[in-house]
């Protein structure tokens, strides 16, 4: 039992000290409330890891239900410095022999030599875009753009710099050399629909300043064509196509070619299946298990060496939880050559941990429509959906809004509320035992003053007496 010590006072009382002393014994719940708070919160903390180790789990498995989680496929090129691939999922094997006899080329021109730094005469350039395989030039459908030249004022270097900020769809360049200045043009984009004419109109024609000397409408321009727009041509298993643009999309579904370089020979394409990224989703499932059984081992346990116990250790929340995990890894797919994990390699040995057993593995990835069932079949009976579909759904009931892992949180939530009032009580009740203790001694100082005051006046009565009688 706790008691009151006093050193002593000439006044009396230490007063003080021993309200001090009353008011520590009043706050004394604190501490055990307290620690019960931050074993609280220490879970609550750990539950919100939990949570999210649980949501990658089912992420995991969703992925592994994706229609093409087992049709990952990779092409390769037999001359990749002349000829890129690639390939989307879910494109069945198959091989091509590709040659390329010409790349696309965007069309180029050089315009006549003027005096560096001159200013040009007054006059319009209009930049059309269009075709010129016929040996004339048919527009397109995009609209002619306009460049005003000033008299005087506007040297190459301005028009190029109009031409770059008007989206002409083509970009102007000055070359300098010993002869002057020349504008040199280039088209934005590859391929024959993406050629260019500039037409001039020259308020001040034969002043030597004449834009029509950056006219380029055919053979015989002042503007020579250093390039024409050209298509790619190739040809795959044979069959010649051609191409705008060196990037050939669509013309075999599911790949895409890079022209990089004309061919003496044909390249080979083949379309395999990719045995790594699909074994890499299947990692990344048994790697977030592993995530979320290393945490609820780790926590649960009780260490007999050092004595110490997890945070979690002799909570029934999360020893069911590890159960009930490592039971829905057994889960069963009827309806295909694999039905557990199991079948495919995927084990969970002693320890608790899952491997992989890659033999096993492997030889399973020969069937990809086979694991597809195992992990992405679909059906109105929930027992009969694929693993994936399953994991995701099971993971979700854990933690949303009425699952274990919500409500044992909202659980732990309420405990940290209803103890943080329990101490507020504490600290009011210790506050008001306070006054009251104070107010209680200091009455009682005050009557041992009127008493010590009493006794002197008598002694002092006591004491005249006695001379007075002597």
């Given amino acids: 039992m706790a008691t009151i010590t006093s050193p002593g006072m000439a006044s009396g009382l230490p007063i003080k000290e021993m309200v001090a002393q009353l008011v520590a014994l009043e706050r004394a719940p604190l501490t055990g409330l307290q620690t019960q708070v931050n074993k609280a919160q220490s879970k609550l903390s750990i539950y919100g890891t939990i949570s999210s180790l649980v949501t990658t789990l089912g992420d995991a498995g969703a992925k592994l239900a994706e229609a093409n989680a087992f049709k990952a496929v990779k092409a390769t090129s037999s001359l990749p410095e002349s000829l890129g691939v690639t390939v989307a999922a879910g494109t069945a094997p198959t091989g091509f022999s590709l040659e390329v006899q010409r790349l696309a080329q965007a069309q180029n021109t050089s315009s006549a030599a003027v005096t560096a730094g001159s200013g040009m005469g007054a006059g319009t350039l209009t930049i059309t875009l269009g075709n010129w395989g016929s040996g004339s030039f048919v527009a397109g459908s995009e609209t002619p753009v306009e460049i005003t030249v000033e008299e005087g004022k506007d040297t190459l270097a301005d028009i190029a710099k109009q031409i770059n900020e008007s989206d002409a769809g083509v970009t102007a360049t000055v070359l300098k050399d010993a002869n002057g200045e020349r504008l040199l043009l280039r088209s934005k984009a590859t391929g024959a629909e993406m050629g260019f004419q500039v037409e001039a109109t020259d308020a001040d024609a034969g002043d030597g300043k004449d834009l029509g000397r950056l006219a380029y409408t055919g053979a015989g321009s002042p503007t020579s064509l250093t390039q024409a727009g050209l298509n790619a041509q190739l040809t795959i298993n044979g069959v010649a196509i051609e191409s705008a643009t060196n990037t050939v999309k669509d013309s075999v579904d599911g790949l895409t070619f890079e022209l990089k370089k004309v061919t003496t020979g044909p390249v080979e394409v083949t379309v395999s299946n990719d045995k790594d ?33 997890g945070s979690l250790q002799g909570d029934s929340t999360a020893t069911g939880l590890r159960n009930a995990i490592r039971s829905m890894m057994r889960s069963s797919t009827p309806g295909g050559e694999f039905t557990q994990l199991l079948d495919i390699g995927i084990e969970i040995k002693s320890d608790g941990k899952m491997s992989i057993n890659s033999t096993k593995l492997d030889a399973a990835l020969d069937k990809p429509a086979e694991l597809g069932k195992l992990f992405g079949a679909t059906s109105d009976d929930p027992t009969k959906r694929g693993f994936g579909l399953k994991l995701d759904a099971f993971a979700d009931g854990l933690v949303e809004s009425g699952g274990t892992i919500s409500n044992r949180t909202e659980s732990l939530n309420a405990s940290i509320k209803r103890t943080n009032k329990e101490m507020d009580k504490v600290v009011d009740r210790a506050a008001r035992a306070e006054t009251r203790y104070l107010a209680y001694y200091n009455a009682m100082d005050a009557n041992v003053a009127r008493l010590n005051s009493l006794n002197a006046y008598i002694t002092q009565q006591i004491t005249m007496w006695n001379r007075n009688t002597g």
Wanted: aromatic fraction near 10%; hydrophobic fraction near 40%.
């Fill in 277 to 309: 990224a699909m074994k890499k989703t299947v990692q990344g499932f048994v790697d977030a298990y592993n995530a979320v059984m290393d945490l609820l081992a780790t926590t649960t346990k009780y260490d007999p060496e050092t004595k110490v116990a």
